[in-house]
């Protein structure tokens, strides 16, 4: 079996052929961190984490980074607002995105870099584009000459003469051509800056994916993913830079995933309809709200309400309930050899059923039908008199395969108790004294995508329900 996906630059399935046999460089564009993640930034989080998974569970080796943009507009506004420094925001909610994704069953990626770490990265190769002729100073700003890149709009499939000025791209009498974009803003007074050869700034936005892609992937990458609104200016102004500068295909692969609406609306700030995540998995279990996403599949738009969010819920608890349901059988079955080859044959189906479909560009919802066959089939087999404990345990492991794949937990989240709670405080507090803290980080992490907030005090941890 071989993967196809969907590559936006070409508008056409490929056969998935990495740069390097058995080994996959993945880039995928990170939030920016001025506050806690909407809905509309958990479907990448969710779905490129479930490629990512099943890219591995197809054997290779994936080496998955996914950036933060910590200095921004935005945050320069949300500092001013608070009375607080930029990198104090930007830290308490790179926390806040990983508690929320975490709760939602994202992996942390290998490398999540920050704008602030790659400055002298992103200068320098920001220089490197004014020695080739591609950029140049303007009153201490520096621009992307976007006419001299002979590809501009070819992924967002666009001639240069039809393109409009998109979303970050500063309009003003600096440029020499309006379609020219940043790559180093010149300080206001107060604003968070660096010394730079042009004088102190801050990067454009477009140019840190550029630098830190290939500072920790190299010149060419195999996959570079992100939501549809990337497409164009910032993916397109991505290849541009890179391409510029490298003389090289800056990723072979571009996967995007489709738009969320809220009530079949746009969602929108102006509209009152716009939906933070750490909101809704106070109310929901967050496994139920990637249940939902990965229901859809990733390039197609998906609708939400919470209509439809119970909808998913109920077909995950289905799904549960048929595992649980085999695990009680398996106490009272036996080995009954002669009927065990029919049902191993129809659950090996099953699994081939479940990789075709998420060969065919990881087609979730397609998957998602292979697991309620599975659940089907399972309600079946334990309708009869006589149970085999091989074919239990062959359903209970395709089940824990698929779920495991999907990023899905096969026990609903259900509020800890307080005994359960010191439990895994007395566990950190161990862990911490033996200098394990990785597992103490990974028991605060727990504890925090259940709403449980630590605080270390000189008389010991205390904690308390968020």
Sequence with gaps: MTIRLYNTLTRQKEEFKPLEEGKVKMYVCGPTVYNYIHIGNARPAIVFDTVRRYLEYRDYDVKFVSNFTDVDDKLIKAANELGEEVPTIAKRFIDAYFEDTGALGCQKADIHPTVTDNIDTIIEFISALVDKGFAYESQGDVYYRTRKFDGYGKLSHQSVDELKVGARIDVGDKKEDELDFVLWKSAKEGEISWDSPWGHGRPGWHIECSAMAKRYLGDTIDIHAGGQDLTFPHHENEIAQSEALTG?????????????????????????????????????????????????????????????????KTALDRIRTSYDNLQHRKETSANLADHDQEWFGKVS????????????????????????????????????????????????AKFQEFFSVLGLSLAASEELVDEEIDELIEKRLQARKDRDFQLADEIRDTLKARNIILEDTPQGTRWKRG
Excluded: C
Aim: proline content about 3%; glycine content about 2%; charged content about 20%.
């Design 349 to 396: 189906a099953l699994k081939n059923q479940f990789i075709e479909a998420m060969d065919d560009d990881f087609n979730t919802a397609n998957g998602i039908s292979s697991l309620f066959e599975l659940s089907r089939q399972a309600n079946y087999y334990l309708m009869e008199k006589n149970t085999s404990t091989a074919v239990i345990d062959s359903f209970l």
């Design 248 to 312: 090289k295909p800056f990723a072979k692969y571009w996967l995007h995933n489709g738009y969320i609406n809220i009530d079949n609306e746009k969602m929108s700030k102006s509209l009152g309809n716009f939906v933070l995540v750490h909101d809704i998995i106070k109310e929901h279990d967050p496994q139920v709200l990637r249940f939902f996403m990965l229901s859809v599949h990733y390039r197609h738009p998906i609708n939400y309400n919470l209509e439809l969010l119970e909808n998913a």
